[in-house]
């Protein structure tokens, strides 16, 4: 179906009172990514590359526009909230001249596909010379309040849509409910939206009254009835946006699963939206895989881990109750389990931090390890080298953080602190208990035990008094 001559306008601009929330409505994330996101991708992913798409904005312009800026989105203002028919109006200069077809859809449905779309477009476009006017998307509710009724004659054609505040009792009744979702003649669209009136129970100017205007024309109005009513549940409330975040959880879960990757219980896990997990990995319930994450081949995620922007590389093992963040890790490493990675981290093929173990922005050599009850920060540390349990760079100095270096091959005894900045050299050994202030050459050895001293009978003669 070609997606020519179609324009887009996004409704964007309202406050979302019932979210009770500063941040704008269309800004609240779903799987991680602001609910606005996902109908910008789907347009972008149906419309032709020259198809003008414009978003409406009003509270919170300019953090949306600050989101969704580079997304090939013009963006128009509505400085008073006065009705989608209203919004629609901002749009109208924006797309002066366009011809074809112009799509309306609102920002805070996110469960909306492109199936559904291209299906949408389709279906409005058929019929040659008696293709009508205008198109919207209804669904059947079994608990239709909150939506405007659709009206239809005795023939089941569209005469109207009423919203839930004007509806009589009859109306109310209706089960069928506007989706919100609209595809209309540019000519007619542009030509309408100034006859459109306030005189409603909230003054606002309401875009379904198109409807209405066609057929008292005597054009003609088709619904595209659609089957899931999830997919396009607008969101009102954060009841409602958990209810979208489930849905689209399990979305993407079951691309995973169909993709080749283990998710033991999908119920349980949860992934976002641009994670990325490669074939045989397997993830465990509890897991909470975030951000731009990307997970190679084979990989183990093991139950309650947490993963941020963080890269791991094939055959790569996170033990549970792990947290990572911002760490790119190399092929066969192995983390946690109770393992902390804060964000600045690389950690080379073969790896191991073990449990309790904090890194921050430090860079860990080939087949190192640090496998115990250690804080690695601001460090270089080389291939091979083996950190021993209680190890602790001392990085900050009350003003400025300093950088420790442990070469290849060197051993640093349990009980260390290597007060930055320091350096110990390629195969130097550090005894447990040592306090390193100073560089250590390659193959020394370096200890600052105080000698034990023992007094025979203390204990007795303390006891005496």
Not at 86 to 95: D, E, I, P, T, W
Request: with cysteine; net charge positive; aromatic share 4%.
């Amino acid at each position: 179906m070609s997606m020519r001559n179609l324009s887009v306008i996004i409704l964007a601009a309202g406050k979302g009172t019932r979210m009770k929330s500063a941040l704008p409505k269309v800004l609240h994330p779903v799987c991680g990514l602001p609910m606005l996101h996902y109908p910008v991708s789907v347009v972008k992913r149906v419309c032709s590359s020259n198809s003008k798409v414009v978003a409406v904005v009003g509270c919170g312009a300019e953090d949306v526009k600050a989101a969704f800026g580079g997304r090939g989105l013009s963006f128009v203002y509505q400085k008073d909230q006065l009705g989608t028919g209203h919004a629609v109006m901002q749009a109208s200069a924006a797309l002066k001249g366009v011809d074809g077809d112009v799509l309306i859809l609102s920002g805070d449905v996110p469960l909306i596909t492109a199936d559904t779309i291209t299906a949408l477009v389709k279906f409005h476009r058929s019929g040659g010379k008696a293709a009508p006017v205008m198109t919207l998307v209804t669904a059947m509710l079994a608990n239709p309040s909150g939506y405007g009724r659709v009206l239809r004659n005795d023939a089941g054609a569209v005469e109207a849509v009423v919203e839930e505040k004007d509806c009589g009792d009859c109306e109310r009744a209706i089960h069928e409910i506007n989706a919100g979702i609209y595809i209309v003649k540019a000519g007619f669209l542009f030509e309408n939206l100034k006859r459109l009136g306030n005189r409603n129970a909230q003054s606002e100017y309401y875009l379904p009254d198109l409807v209405r205007l066609a057929r008292k024309a005597g054009h003609k109005v088709k619904a595209l009835t659609h089957h899931d009513t999830e997919e396009v549940m607008g969101i009102n409330n954060r009841v409602e946006l958990a209810k979208a975040a489930r849905v689209m959880r399990q979305r993407i879960n079951t691309a995973m699963m169909l993709s080749g990757v283990t998710i033991i219980d999908p119920d349980t896990t949860y992934i976002d939206a641009d994670v990325s997990v490669g074939v045989d990995s397997i993830i465990h319930p509890g897991a909470r895989i975030a951000g731009a994450t990307v997970i190679g081949a084979n990989c183990v995620i093991e139950q309650g881990s947490h993963l941020v922007d963080s890269i791991l590389g094939n055959n790569t093992t996170v033990k549970a109750y792990s947290l990572i963040e911002g760490t790119k890790a190399g092929k066969g490493v192995i983390i946690g389990p109770f393992a902390r990675l804060r964000p600045g981290n690389v950690i080379a093929d073969e790896a191991r931090i073990g449990n309790f173990v904090e890194v921050k922005k430090t860079t860990i050599g080939k087949g190192t390890k640090a496998n115990h009850l250690s804080y690695l920060g601001d460090a270089v540390i080389g291939a091979g080298v083996n950190i021993g349990a209680g190890t602790i760079t001392c990085n900050y100095d009350g003003a400025k953080k300093h950088r420790t270096v442990i070469e290849d091959r060197a051993f640093i005894g349990s009980d260390t602190q290597l007060v930055a900045p320091v350096k110990v050299g390629k195969g130097a050994y550090v005894g447990s208990g040592t306090t390193v202030t100073k560089d250590v050459p390659p193959d020394a050895l370096v200890v600052t035990r105080v000698s034990a001293r023992v007094v025979e009978g203390w204990a007795i003669k303390r006891k005496k008094g």
